[in-house]
């Protein structure tokens, strides 16, 4: 008798076992019957819709009119047809996803599909773009309720992907990068900049200050160790997504000049970022704002 009352109770428990797996597979669908998309599936199409982008963005690259100290033509047609590469991937592939535009924003908690938003910047670093400087980038971010889960930033020029998900590793291309710990700031270091900083700051920095003209390539450089800190400015929340999840998973963080936290998500509304903003090891960022002097 306890041998069959086992079996039963067995077979019971393996029954609600099953249905309770078929409960948990349905969790998984959308309403359209489509498989809800894991962050591996979202992450290989930015890697794949990045790289599109990239290739297609080779096509204007260096084509400003050389008479023209900014050939505003050609980086507006750019973007144009940029945007359209990606937004018609993203309806292809995930057409429930929302688009980043700051005027139509809805920061309310949303479920299923809605919750995704993707922010895309076509070009940053326009001004290396159309005048054939290869320090430009395509920068693509993932929110998910407007948490941060992936961030990319491709330099088509020079092949250079910078990419990771939020809380976990920073890569440049395969390789992991991480801020080197407790770095010491000496005549060897390098500080990058926004093009005006001189009119701004009486800088007593030890090292090299340089500005490569791109902010996101300058995020991504203190991210893998290549520069030390970076002072930005004049910036947008669709044009940080991407840089600030790479930053932060390579151990980096973004602060005010004056060492509050800054808070990217307060910029949703698409106003400018006025504010200057050091990016840096959390152990360096008092040691440079101590080289920085307002004029």
């Given at each position: 008798?306890?041998?069959?009352?086992?079996?039963?109770?067995?077979?019971?428990?393996a029954?609600?076992?099953?249905i309770?797996?078929?409960?948990?597979?349905?969790?998984?669908?959308?309403?359209g019957?489509?498989?809800?998309p894991?962050i591996?599936?979202?992450?290989?199409?930015?890697?794949?819709?990045?790289?599109?982008?990239?290739?297609?963005?080779?096509?204007?690259?260096?084509?400003?009119?050389?008479?023209?100290?900014?050939?505003?033509?050609?980086?507006?047609?750019?973007?144009?047809?940029?945007?359209?590469?990606?937004?018609?991937?993203?309806?292809?592939?995930?057409?429930?996803h929302?688009?980043?535009?700051?005027?139509?924003?809805?920061?309310?908690?949303?479920?299923?599909?809605?919750?995704y938003?993707?922010?895309?910047?076509?070009?940053?670093?326009?001004?290396?773009?159309?005048?054939?400087?290869?320090?430009?980038?395509?920068?693509?971010?993932?929110l998910?309720?407007?948490?941060?889960?992936?961030?990319?930033?491709?330099?088509?020029?020079?092949?250079?992907?910078?990419?990771?998900?939020?809380?976990?590793?920073?890569?440049?291309?395969?390789?992991?990068?991480?801020?080197?710990?407790?770095?010491?700031?000496?005549?060897?270091?390098?500080?990058?900049?926004?093009?005006?900083?001189?009119?701004?700051?009486?800088?007593?920095?030890p090292?090299?200050?340089?500005s490569?003209?791109?902010t996101?390539?300058?995020?991504?450089?203190?991210?893998?160790?290549?520069?030390d800190?970076?002072?930005?400015?004049?910036?947008?929340?669709?044009?940080?997504a991407?840089?600030?999840?790479?930053?932060?998973a390579?151990?980096?963080?973004?602060?005010?000049?004056?060492?509050?936290?800054?808070?990217?998500?307060e910029?949703?509304?698409?106003?400018?970022i006025?504010?200057?903003?050091?990016?840096?090891?959390?152990?360096?960022?008092?040691q440079?704002?101590?080289?920085?002097?307002?004029?």
């Amino acid at each position: 008798m306890f041998g069959i009352l086992c079996l039963v109770f067995g077979l019971f428990r393996a029954k609600s076992e099953t249905i309770l797996t078929k409960h948990e597979t349905q969790r998984l669908f959308t309403k359209g019957g489509a498989m809800a998309p894991g962050i591996d599936q979202l992450s290989e199409f930015a890697m794949d819709v990045i790289h599109q982008v990239g290739e297609k963005a080779m096509a204007y690259y260096g084509k400003g009119r050389p008479h023209v100290r900014f050939d505003e033509r050609v980086v507006t047609e750019a973007e144009i047809h940029l945007t359209d590469v990606f937004q018609n991937r993203l309806k292809q592939e995930f057409p429930e996803h929302q688009i980043f535009r700051f005027a139509e924003v809805n920061e309310d908690y949303s479920h299923g599909q809605k919750r995704y938003l993707w922010t895309f910047d076509p070009l940053e670093g326009v001004a290396n773009f159309q005048a054939g400087i290869p320090i430009w980038g395509v920068s693509i971010a993932l929110l998910d309720n407007f948490w941060p889960i992936l961030g990319l930033f491709y330099m088509p020029a020079t092949d250079d992907l910078f990419h990771a998900r939020a809380g976990k590793n920073a890569y440049w291309g395969n390789e992991k990068i991480r801020l080197p710990a407790g770095g010491v700031i000496d005549n060897e270091s390098l500080l990058l900049t926004y093009s005006r900083f001189h009119q701004n700051y009486r800088a007593t920095f030890p090292g090299k200050i340089r500005s490569l003209g791109c902010t996101s390539a300058h995020i991504c450089y203190v991210a893998m160790g290549r520069a030390d800190a970076a002072i930005i400015t004049n910036e947008s929340f669709q044009g940080l997504a991407a840089a600030r999840v790479i930053l932060e998973a390579a151990g980096g963080k973004i602060c005010k000049i004056d060492g509050s936290d800054f808070h990217l998500n307060e910029y949703l509304d698409g106003l400018r970022i006025n504010e200057h903003l050091i990016v840096a090891s959390p152990e360096n960022l008092s040691q440079v704002r101590s080289f920085l002097k307002p004029q």
